[in-house]
């Protein structure tokens, strides 16, 4: 068996998860990365992405939908993000319907939507609800 | 006199009844709310501090840490100031000590401010005064979301970021205990930070992605974000406990009128049925005579 890491998923409001690991993989800036114990000490931000926690003595790995943030590996992992979400808190009716609206919102075009920040917000909110549905499907990939 | 003093007497006394009701039953509501609110707030603070440890070690361990969000890079002329009041009444000084808190900031200050109104007293009492309120927030705070302060911080960095404002202040209420509320002024931008000689650099190298400087120019406006959020929680903990110490003054403030007024009440009666009975006394007398 793999050594195991404690590993912290803080949001603001509260302690999302907490547990002894054998390895997380999350979805960097650069793309997904895995951490185990005695990794190198980084510092990396996180994209909009699947968490996937494989716990200690574990054969399944668990599946969590966050929202950026970053990862602080050191002796410990500390995952920070803005927002974290298991399966089961999903609810897929409200991530498709956030999903279409701001789709329908991006189609059509106004003065308003020109705004940059408006744009990213709704591009951003259409790469959560996909997240949040990919998670609820059991992820995008499958890893055994 | 008696009949008609005794009759207002009783009308008194029934009005007072019911407002220490409904103090009492408020006084009821905001415990429990501030019960729930000092949760929320507790487990905020618990991990507060993991994104200023993150900031304050990239900070002491590379050296090309950008200048834009540090202290002293630039002149501080226009002053953003995020004022944190409720948007409900009935709670004692809370507001009014915000208000005048943050009214003394902005009267230190040369340039015209930029105010960031969150509940709708301050931005009413701002508002008034002729001031210019940039935003505002105004539904309630007790049941905000990380991600709704978005929408209240993501404007103000944006605005620092292209130089419109130099200096972020937050002004709001702190919890010191349930009886005891500080308001507290804290200046967000620039980070205020020293190089820190005492602390040691960290024995190994750490690998920051995609480099120091992004993940430093990350962490500070969320480190804003959660400045914003956690001061909110903290108000809104604040409102209710102040609010449950004001109804509870009013509930005894009542029940202290309501016990004089039932003994001017029965002193009224007992007036009433001595000048009764000596009436009563005084004409079988005249009678038997």
């Known amino acids: 068996m793999a050594k195991s890491v404690t590993l912290e998923v803080v949001t603001p409001s509260k302690l999302f998860y907490k547990g002894e690991i054998e390895l997380v993989i999350v979805r960097t800036l650069m793309g997904d990365e895995g951490f185990m114990a005695n990794h190198a000490w980084a510092c990396k931000l996180l994209d909009?992405?699947?968490?996937?926690i494989k716990e200690a003595g574990q054969k399944e790995y668990k599946i969590a939908a966050i929202a950026g943030g970053y990862i602080d590996v050191k002796d410990d992992i500390i995952i920070f993000t803005d927002a974290a979400e298991w399966p089961y808190e999903i609810d897929l009716d409200r991530a498709k319907s956030e999903k279409e609206r701001a789709e329908e919102w991006l189609r059509v075009r106004t003065p308003e939507n020109t705004d940059n920040l408006e744009v990213a917000k709704a591009k951003l909110a259409i790469a959560k609800s996909l997240n949040r549905m990919q998670v609820k499907g059991?992820?995008?990939?499958?890893?055994? | 006199m008696g009949a008609n003093n005794m009759r207002d007497i009783k009308r008194r006394i029934k009005s007072i009844t019911s407002t220490e009701h409904i103090t009492n039953a408020m006084k009821l509501v905001s415990s429990a709310k501030l019960r729930k609110a000092k949760r929320t707030f507790e487990k905020t603070r618990e991990y507060f501090h993991y994104v200023t440890e993150s900031i304050e070690e990239i900070f002491n361990n590379t050296s090309?840490?950008?200048?834009?969000?540090?202290e002293g890079n630039r002149e501080i002329k226009t002053t953003a100031y995020i004022i944190i009041t409720s948007c409900r009444g009935l709670c004692g000084s809370f507001n009014i000590n915000v208000i005048k808190e943050a009214q003394k900031e902005i009267d230190k200050d040369w340039e015209e401010p930029v105010i960031i109104a969150v509940g709708t007293k301050g931005k009413e009492y701002f508002e008034r005064r002729g001031y210019k309120i940039q935003s505002e927030y105004i539904s309630p705070p007790e049941n905000i979301s990380f991600v709704e302060t978005h929408d209240i911080s993501k404007p103000i960095i944006d605005m620092y970021d292209s130089g419109q404002i130099d200096e972020v202040v937050l002004i709001y209420t702190s919890f010191v205990?349930?009886?005891?509320?500080r308001v507290r002024t804290v200046t967000l931008l620039p980070f205020s930070i020293e190089r820190d000689p005492e602390i040691e650099p960290l024995g190994k190298q750490v690998e920051y992605e995609p480099s120091a400087a992004a993940v430093f120019n990350y962490l500070v406006p969320k480190y804003v974000e959660i400045m914003i959020y956690g001061a909110i929680v903290e108000s809104a903990t604040c409102e209710h406990a102040a609010r449950r110490i004001a109804m509870e003054n009013a509930t005894d403030n009542a029940r202290d009128m309501l016990d004089n007024l039932t003994l001017y009440y029965n002193r009224a009666r007992q007036a009433a049925i001595t000048n009764e009975l000596s009436e009563i006394v005084g004409g079988a007398e005249a009678l038997k005579g």
């Open chain 2, 64 to 70: 090309e840490v950008p200048e834009q969000y540090l």
């Open chain 1, 48 to 52: 909009t992405g699947e968490l996937w």
């Open chain 1, 138 to 144: 059991g992820g995008s990939i499958q890893r055994k």
């Open chain 2, 177 to 181: 205990s349930g009886i005891e509320q």
